[in-house]
């Protein structure tokens, strides 16, 4: 199989949106574990939706512009600039474009659990995480596993992802729900 | 307000997981907001509070104990104060009354004035005025209030902080 750091930089090249659902464990030292669901999706360059759907709804979405992240119970909408905003997290990592070397110090990884690995180091401390180990397979990203400064582990597992699907504009758009307090950030 | 040294000693620790925001609109500047994840574990001497970013990673981790605050952040760079409301005046430009927080979590009443408290018909406490702040508990479980709203107007601004915490 092709090593990670090829399929990486061809999922860059040649996936120019895709669809799909992620399952988001955080284990923390002492062993707490938070378990998410839902569905994402994006569009190169700086559009994705990030749907929480389990154990509760949490949206976030980015138009290119402004990132949206909205909470239902909480009745909260937060806006703030993409750029800022996806820059060197890991939502970068696999939905941004543009050379990822620029954010990441990116090194290959030995395969384990059937999967090709890489190890992404972001290249500014601010980005909320220590490293992000990509596992890949057939071309496609299948796990990401983040460690924070705190020592916490949050692993994504993605499913049924769909390369180039043809996602419709709404899809990263965002309107403010009735009776939701907007908050605009920088 | 008084920060109490200890509520009942180094007894079962209260914890609670579940969502946060916080609306902060300071007079004559730029409003901040911040949603996600957070974690509470207080055993009555120290208190620790983590605050998750909806993609993961610990944003950053507050630790309180009698005499000390101090938050850490992803990046490593900390802060600390002699109690949590001054240390998170230090962070995010206004005191947050995590000391209050620690009781109204509980469903409790913290120490000091207590202005307008309302119970409801379990006689659980559902709204009260502490320190300037409007307090509004509900969704109790077996644990205490699933969800604590607070408010407060004051001359610096508007400030709004909301706790829900998962269903177990």
């Known amino acids: 199989a092709q090593p990670a750091l090829a399929q990486l930089q061809a999922f860059v090249d040649k996936v120019e949106s895709a669809t799909g659902r992620f399952q988001q464990e955080q284990i923390s030292p002492d062993g707490a574990k938070r378990v998410q669901a839902g569905a994402f999706a ?4 700086g559009k994705f939706r990030w749907e929480v759907e389990q154990p509760y709804p949490q949206l976030i979405v980015s138009d290119g512009r402004r990132v949206y992240q909205y909470d239902p119970d909480l009745e909260q909408v937060t806006e703030r600039a993409a750029g800022q905003a996806i820059g060197a997290s890991p939502a970068a990592l696999l939905f941004g474009s543009g050379s990822l070397d620029e954010a990441f110090d990116l090194q290959a990884q030995p395969d384990r659990d059937g999967l090709q690995w890489l190890r992404a180091i972001p290249k500014t401390p601010d980005a909320g ?15 990401l596993e983040l ?10 597992l993605f ?20 009776g939701a307090d907007l908050v605009k950030m920088n | 307000c ?9 007894g079962p620790a209260f914890e609670r997981q579940g969502r946060f925001a916080v609306n902060l609109q300071p007079a004559g500047a730029a409003p ?33 104990e009698s005499g000390r605050a101090m938050l850490e952040r992803a990046d490593g760079s900390r802060e600390s104060a002699p109690t949590p409301d001054e240390l998170l005046a230090l962070v995010w430009g206004h005191p947050m009354p995590v000391s209050g927080l620690r009781y109204w979590m509980r469903g409790e009443a913290a120490p000091g004035l207590v202005v307008d408290a309302r119970h409801d018909a379990q006689d659980r406490l559902t709204s009260l005025r502490q320190d300037g ?13 699933g969800r604590v709203r607070l408010s407060r107007q004051d001359e610096q601004g508007l400030w709004r902080l909301q706790l829900i915490a998962d269903k177990p």
């Open chain 1, 129 to 143: 995480f220590t490293h992000a180990d990509i596992g890949f397979s057939g071309g496609l990203p299948q796990r």
């Open chain 1, 147 to 156: 460690l924070d400064a705190f020592g916490q582990t949050s692993r994504i």
């Open chain 1, 42 to 45: 994006f569009q190169r360059p």
């Open chain 2, 133 to 145: 702040w409007e307090v509004r508990l509900s969704d109790y479980d077996g644990q205490g209030p």
């Open chain 2, 32 to 64: 901040y907001a911040a949603q996600g994840g957070f974690s509470w574990r207080d055993d009555g001497r120290l208190l620790r509070l983590d605050l998750v970013s909806p993609l993961g990673g610990i944003l950053a981790r507050i630790q309180v």
């Open chain 1, 159 to 178: 499913s049924g992802l769909q390369a180039n699907p043809g996602i419709p504009a709404a899809r990263f758009q965002f309107t403010v729900p009735e």
């Open chain 2, 2 to 10: 008084a920060t109490p040294q200890r509520i009942d000693g180094p």
